[in-house]
């Protein structure tokens, strides 16, 4: 039997560890570990990903995200150095994450804020920027093949005043000849009524390295679950999944954002060349999202509603096709049932 790092310890308070042996992880053996100032997940005993929750983060996010071995898809700046050709842009951008970048509580005074932004900006770093921040953290759970714990999120303005509570549920599965990790939002409006504002900066994201990029910078495939390639095509419309594959050292990697269709509302597609790729489903017609042209029909949850989203990170060897994100994807779905 496993032991964990206590919530005591992750809260800062003095805490004991004991640490008992443990025998060889099998193939199937899948776990999250509780730690400090995160969570780490783990296939067969080799680390995945680690979910960041310090005090000191604006938001949690998952970094880095390994496909196999120390072999992560996504960017590492700005936590480090270590990718010499990263692009230093878009600090904000940490790897995987889930926020919104305009979130407007009514009845709530906001003495500051991001400019441009009607409410709340929980999407960048700029001065007067609001700040998820993780409360609480359960008991990881486990079975074969799969692992997975529930964490409590507040969402708070640039002052601290909490506008949203969250329940999110994290999973790692070992599935599809990859690593899936699905994040479950439940975001409920239990201090004043939450309106969504028409935003392109959102929602369920994730930063790929520079080599794999799409652009002309990188060497990458852009492309969704309708076989549209490149940011031109892709950016703005609706889909189930969104991918970037592309070569690192002699071997093509990739990483597929996935939107479940039992989602109250379809995401459209904030993906670009520079390496992003971000699954939207709050943006409208002013976000420029060509599949909802003439949309001005915003989000709203009335006081005590919550509203839930489901995505997921499938994190695979080879492109779109040669790493079975079309299956990945409906092993996605079903794992729901």
């Known amino acids: 039997m ?41 296939v067969a005993g080799a680390f995945v990903t680690k979910y960041h929750t310090a005090e000191t983060v604006a938001k949690p996010y998952f970094w880095p995200l390994n496909v196999t071995g120390d072999v992560s898809v996504a960017r590492a700046w700005p936590m480090n150095d270590s990718q010499a050709a990263d692009l230093k842009d878009h600090p904000h951008q940490k790897s995987a994450w889930f926020c919104h970048g305009d979130v ?24 007067g920027h609001g700040k998820i921040v993780c409360v609480k953290i359960g008991e990881p759970k486990s079975e074969k093949g799969h692992a997975w714990i529930v964490t409590q999120n507040e969402w708070r303005t640039a002052e601290g005043v909490k506008i949203l509570d969250e329940t999110r549920t994290l999973h790692l599965y070992s599935t599809n000849g990859g690593r899936l990790i699905v994040l479950e939002s439940s975001l409920k409006a239990s201090t004043c009524p939450i309106t969504f504002g028409d935003t392109k900066e959102g929602s369920m994201g994730v930063r790929v390295r520079t080599e794999i990029q799409s652009d002309s910078k990188g060497m990458g495939s852009l492309e969704n679950a309708d076989a549209k390639v490149g940011e031109k095509e892709v950016w703005g419309k609706f889909s189930n999944w969104c991918d970037d594959s592309g070569p690192l050292g002699g071997k093509t990697y990739g990483v597929a954002v996935l939107a479940d269709p039992g989602n109250p509302v379809k995401s459209a597609w904030h993906a670009r060349g520079y390496g992003l790729v971000a699954a939207n489903p709050f943006g409208r017609s002013k976000a420029g999202f060509s599949d909802l042209a003439g949309n001005t029909d915003l989000l709203k949850m009335a006081k005590g509603d919550e509203l839930k989203f489901r995505f997921g990170i499938f994190l695979h060897e080879g492109g779109a096709k040669a790493g079975k994100v079309p299956e990945a994807y409906e092993a996605f779905v079903k794992l729901k049932k």
Do not use: M, Q
Request: proline fraction near 6%; charged fraction near 25%; include cysteine.
């Open 2 to 42: 496993r032991r964990f790092v206590s919530l005591a310890l992750l809260c800062g308070l003095p805490a004991l560890l004991f640490v008992p042996h443990t025998p060889a992880a099998a193939a199937d053996d899948v776990t999250i570990e509780v730690g400090k100032d995160g969570l780490t997940f783990k």
């Open 104 to 127: 407007i509580p009514e009845g709530i005074e906001l003495k500051a804020k991001v400019k441009g932004v009607t409410g709340v900006d929980f999407w960048s770093e700029n001065v």
